[in-house]
């Protein structure tokens, strides 16, 4: 059975662990079964902390209050940061200001809480379209999370765009989040759902994405890394393949966003959705819990 090990933070702070495939990268996990088992592989690939220095869990768990307990007599760990993040107490803090302080509607009052809270909002929406390189805060929309948000996009854009004998791809690897809206918006106009497999090295076969672009696709719906893979696609490349066939993409850049730098314009994508919730926020703000980015 193979053996996926994770790449635990070092103290140093070393590049990232690649695997370099014909056309995608993976991240973050060595693969066991392929390396060979030394004393070496194990510390290159584990860091031990020098001792005496600090670790990185040491000096980020006090701002996080939720891992001030203990749970069956050992002190909490939590490692499911991909699904949701901790909230440190600086999130948690902005979130009591917010109630104690100016708690009111956004955009639909004209009293002083309002329009403190509108201010807020906005300012919010302005830094998060900087922390993507988007060049308006209008294209940033607040969701609840990515799951309303690609939800968003398949009733509005797709049940408008999409007709019988339309084709929409996607990997074998998305989160069933960024499937199951496509699956019930194709069910309903009659398009059909194309499936990216993945190749050799057990990530999506990009080649084969490419092959099977054509004018009848409208929209390629992609990770930029995978949740069950770590697999990091070459977003750019795509988005330019789907654009010259004329079609959209939809980047899920859920697991992305919290872990590297993400440049909208660069990445030239039409809609790219993420969860402030996986990224320590509660989010960004106090409003919401993700982001759907529409660059046009
Ligand atoms: C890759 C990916 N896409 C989408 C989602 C759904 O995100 P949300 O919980 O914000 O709806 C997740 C959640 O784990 C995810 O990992």
């Known amino acids: 059975m193979e053996v996926l090990i994770p790449k635990l933070p070092s103290f140093k702070f070393p590049s990232p662990i690649t695997t370099r495939t014909s056309s995608c990268v993976r991240l973050g996990f060595r693969r066991l079964s392929s390396l060979p088992i030394s004393a070496s592989t ?23 209050p939720i891992l001030h307990q203990e749970v069956n007599g050992s002190k909490l760990v939590y490692i499911d940061n991909a699904a949701t993040s901790q909230k440190p107490t600086a999130v948690i803090k902005a979130l009591q200001n917010y109630y104690e302080g100016y708690n009111s509607n956004v955009h639909r009052g ?8 509108t201010d807020e909002y906005e300012s919010a929406r302005k830094k998060v ?6 060049s308006d805060s209008r294209e940033i929309v607040f969701t609840r999370n990515a799951t309303e948000a690609i939800n968003l996009v398949a009733y509005s854009w797709g049940l408008s765009n999409l007709k019988s004998g339309d084709e929409i791809i996607l990997t074998v690897a998305e989160h069933h989040s960024a499937i199951v809206p496509w699956q019930l918006v194709a069910q309903k106009v009659g398009a059909v759902l194309k499936f990216v497999n993945l190749n ?3 990530v999506p076969d990009i080649d084969k994405l490419k092959e099977m672009l054509s004018r009848k696709t409208k929209i390629v719906v992609v990770h930029h890394v995978s949740n069950v893979l770590a697999s990091v696609l070459p977003i750019r490349d795509i988005a330019h393949w789907a654009h010259d066939v004329g079609a959209k993409i939809l980047v899920d850049a859920c697991q992305s966003v919290p872990h590297m730098t993400v440049d909208v314009q660069n990445l030239d994508v039409d809609f790219l959705v993420a969860s402030s919730h996986k990224a320590l926020d509660s ?10 980015c529409l660059h046009f």
Not at 283 to 292: E, F, N
């Open 42 to 64: 194990v510390n290159q690939t584990v860091a031990e902390p020098d001792i005496g220095s600090p670790s990185l869990g040491h000096s980020t768990r006090p701002h996080f």
């Open 110 to 117: 004209i009293h002083f809480l309002s329009a403190k809270a």
């Open 129 to 134: 379209a900087t922390f993507i390189n988007a």
């Open 200 to 202: 050799e090295d057990e």
């Open 283 to 292: 989010y960004m703000v106090k409003w919401t819990s993700c982001l759907l």
